[in-house]
């Protein structure tokens, strides 16, 4: 009797620990804990989304990612700021547009929320995260511009990825492919944005810039002028192309290089196409300056935020190293030293050596507000430029002009 008693009295306890055990794991979720995301569509989201499942795990948050091309995300955030509360707790905010997100109070200053960057990310990235001793971004993504070539081509010329060492080796190959029916070098010339993102590696590396230290047009400069007849001259070995024709364009063998980014494409040993960082010299002899130009993308969080709370929550689990280190095996660009510097990933990615080297020497775009007035008055003159309608000093002359007139408005 007293066995069956104590069977029953076992049994009844395993149940009570079985529901016990039952409810936690079919345990809803608070419908305020829930988060959503607004980020840059193709990569730099499925890098996001590859992280997402342990941080919901851990934290019974449900995570919800809303893709957007880049003109279309930047037009979200921007709308949705006027909203009393955000849809989006968490958002990807390209650099070009700090100065603007800034101005009208859209993202939360992190360092409140108690975040703080450290030290192992790359300090020239962290430049556009600050305003007024405030941190407003993490970067996140380090996407930055980078040499793509073809290597079987670059070898017929007669060097090796380590002897391209300026503007001037980049030229004297793309003219030797060309003397030989084949395409040097492929530009970005489909729209405005393109062309002088694609144009500015070779302004920077005349230590040259589109504003001065004031802030004030300069696109007639000297300087200017001079990188703009040598861009003049790389170009005509090659032809305009949009990214997936230059990308293919260079992967079998058609044309020899061209501006590119890290986010398209991943080389590996048996690619026929590799990258490089730019140098910084116009030629062998002159001094080097930063001239890959950024196109990270960062993370911040909306001001009008209802959960800023989980929201921080996440940003500091997506910026983890460990767990960034992690993204890199599918298609993350952290950047930081103990990704980019690992010895198995770079054993596996030897690019992220030169990926390492660009974000080092990186530049980000004007912080200023009319960054888009800008680059479309001064990309729409370089056209004309190039389609033969204006002579060089005659375009940047009148770029000036509308420039001087746009930033005194």
């Known amino acids: 009797m007293m066995k069956k008693n104590l069977i029953s009295i076992y049994s009844f306890i395993f149940l009570i620990l079985l529901v016990s055990c039952t409810k936690k794991v079919v ?28 941080f919901e795990v851990k934290n019974n948050i449900a995570c919800k990612v809303i893709e957007f091309s880049e003109e279309d995300l930047h037009k979200e955030i921007a709308e949705d700021s006027l909203k009393e509360k955000s ?41 556009i995260c600050y305003s007024d001793n405030g941190l407003y971004l993490a970067p996140y993504y380090g996407n930055v511009t980078v040499l793509l070539y073809n290597k079987l081509m670059v070898q017929e010329a007669g060097y090796k990825s380590e002897d391209i060492q300026s503007l001037e080796d980049i030229l004297e190959i793309c003219r030797f492919q060309k003397k030989r029916h084949n395409l ?33 047009p300069c696109v007639n400069s000297q300087a200017f002028v001079e990188a703009m007849h040598f861009y003049l001259n790389i170009i005509q070995t090659g032809r305009a192309a949009k990214k ?8 079998n063998k058609s044309a020899s290089m061209g501006i590119g980014w890290p986010g398209w494409y991943t ?55 460990d767990v960034q280190k992690s993204t890199v095996f599918y298609g993350g660009l952290p950047c930081r030293y103990s990704s980019l510097q690992d010895k198995e990933i770079l054993e596996k990615f030897p690019q992220y ?24 008055i001064l990309g729409r003159q370089m056209k004309y430029i190039i389609d033969g309608e204006k002579l060089v000093k005659e375009g940047l002359d009148d770029a000036q002009r509308e420039l001087e007139i746009l930033m005194c408005r």
Do not use: H
């Open 244 to 251: 997936d024709d230059l990308i293919a364009s260079i992967a």
């Open 87 to 127: 849809s989006y707790d968490l958002c990807m905010v390209d650099g070009s547009w700090f100065a603007e997100f800034k101005s009208k109070n859209i993202l939360s200053e992190l360092g409140l929320l108690g975040y703080q960057l450290d030290d192992d990310i790359i300090p020239a990235t962290k430049s």
């Open 353 to 376: 050596r030169v990926i390492c080297k660009a974000l080092e020497a990186g530049v980000y775009r004007p912080v200023i507000e009319e960054w888009p007035e800008f680059y479309t």
């Open 267 to 321: 080389p590996t040993k048996n690619s026929s196409m590799d990258y490089l960082a730019l140098s910084g010299k116009y030629r062998d002899d002159k001094p080097a300056y930063n001239s890959n130009v950024y196109g990270i993308w960062a993370l911040g969080i909306p001001e009008n935020c209802g959960n800023k709370e989980a929201a921080i929550q996440l940003l500091s689990f997506l910026m983890d190293k």
């Open 184 to 216: 040097g070098f492929l530009y970005r010339g489909d729209t405005e944005n393109n062309l002088v993102v694609d144009f500015l590696p070779f302004l920077c590396s005349r230590g040259a810039w589109v504003l001065d230290e004031n802030n004030k």
């Open 27 to 54: 345990k809803p979720l608070s419908p305020d804990a829930n988060l959503t995301l607004a980020v840059r569509s193709g990569n730099y989201a499925e890098v996001i989304k590859k992280c997402l499942t342990e």
